[in-house]
């Protein structure tokens, strides 16, 4: 379980790279087998909701601590909604 993994997703139809540790590429897994979503949608929503000057990596992480924080405290998990797409103009 040391160590990092690089995986490829789409957002707003642009591929971008994510690297976390291990342990928070299961801990997603585990996440999106829950809410029945796919990565490509739940990094989506978690990228709609961070500040655009913070790391996505970084946004991913405070999410999954938050989710599996809410379990431990018998509290439902937020999830971010879906989005429209971005537009710029």
């Known amino acids: 379980m ?41 990094v989506s929503r978690i990228d709609t909701t961070r500040k655009s000057n913070k790391n996505l990596s970084g946004a991913i992480r405070v999410f999954i601590f938050g989710y599996f924080y809410s379990l431990a405290h018998h509290r439902v998990p937020s999830v971010p909604l879906e989005y429209e797409s971005r537009v710029c103009n």
Do not use: D, P, Y
Not at 2 to 28: K, P, Q, Y
């Open 2 to 42: 040391v160590g990092h993994r690089t995986r490829n997703v789409m957002i707003g139809g642009r591929r971008t790279s994510i690297r976390l540790e291990v342990a928070f590429w299961e801990a997603l897994e585990e996440i999106l087998e829950r809410e029945e979503l796919t990565l490509n949608t739940l």
